[in-house]
């Protein structure tokens, strides 16, 4: 059974609710309470895949505050591995803004923080994977540290799960060499007009279920009334299908765990189990 290597942003989400999101020039008033939640969507899937099962290891930033070393504790009480995790002087660890309207759906702003801090130096956790392991990266870090860490990993036979989330083009190597490229449809749509082309694609399409290279597989729909809150949906379904990849299982199998954890994220307020931080 291989480890998952968890590349990615740790955030302190700072979470409200809206009765509906404000247009462009509109300010509206929450509806409920601030809370901060753990997030970021290297945190949220490096979790995703504990919980599935995996050993982990987290290679990220926090900054010198209380919320870089709460989010630290909160990593290692999981069992997670967090000695690629830097602390960075002078700096805050990442925020987001986030709203979730009554259909559970979210807007977020990100403040990188110390995710912004990311550098190739901080990859030598990379060194020891080895192949069956499974490095699963997003885009919330630099995206030339992103890529610096994909061949890494590549050139040791592991495999390399790219989330390009938030979306941002791919170098096109990289795209050619992760196994596979995880976005949502709307991801997809630019990713198609930026030229590069993944060597595999997996789209997911929220509770419709997904298509990878253009095989589909059924999702598992959550009646309306039962969906909470919607952020960190696409790092569950990321982290819960890096952590079935690294234990050995097919596609088929490995979706089916995915969608299963992506559908349980959806019930729950906040992008990870219990995210109080
Ligand atoms: O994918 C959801 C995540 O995006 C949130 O936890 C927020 O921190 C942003 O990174």
């Known amino acids: 059974m291989g480890r998952v290597v968890v590349l990615g942003s740790l955030n302190v989400d700072l979470v409200t609710e809206v009765d509906r ?3 462009p ?10 809370v901060r939640l753990a997030g970021g969507k290297g945190g949220n899937q490096a979790v995703a895949a504990a919980e599935a099962g995996a050993g982990v290891a987290m290679v990220a930033c926090v900054g010198d505050d209380a919320d870089g070393r709460r ?5 290692r009480a999981r069992g997670i591995d967090t000695a690629g995790v830097r602390v960075v002087a002078g700096e805050s660890t990442g925020q987001a803004w986030v709203a979730v309207d009554g259909e559970g759906e979210n807007a977020i702003v990100v403040v990188p923080g110390a995710n912004a801090h990311v550098t190739a130096g901080d990859l030598g956790p990379l060194d020891g994977l080895r192949p069956g392991d499974v490095l699963l990266v997003q885009l919330e870090v630099p995206l030339r540290v992103v890529a610096e860490a994909a061949r890494r990993a590549q050139s040791r036979g592991a495999r390399v799960v790219v989330n390009a989330a938030p979306y941002a083009a791919l170098p096109h190597d990289v795209a050619a060499l992760a196994d596979p490229v995880v976005v949502n449809e709307h991801e997809a749509l630019a990713l198609a007009d930026s030229g590069s082309v993944p060597r595999s694609l997996l789209v997911t399409f929220g509770g419709e279920g997904c298509s990878w290279d253009g095989v589909e597989f059924p999702g598992a729909p959550v009646e309306a009334p039962h969906v909470v809150d919607t952020t960190g949906a696409g790092d569950a379904f990321c982290g819960a299908l890096a952590a079935a990849l ?13 969608t299963e954890a992506g559908a349980a994220a959806v019930r729950r307020q906040g992008a990870q189990a219990d995210p109080s931080l």
Do not use: S
Not at 246 to 258: D, F, I, L, N, Y
């Open 21 to 23: 999101h404000p247009r």
């Open 25 to 34: 020039g509109e300010t509206v008033l929450a509806v409920g309470p601030l």
């Open 246 to 258: 690294a234990e050995g299982h097919g596609r088929a199998e490995a979706v089916r765990r995915a």
């Open 71 to 75: 989010y630290l504790a909160r990593l």
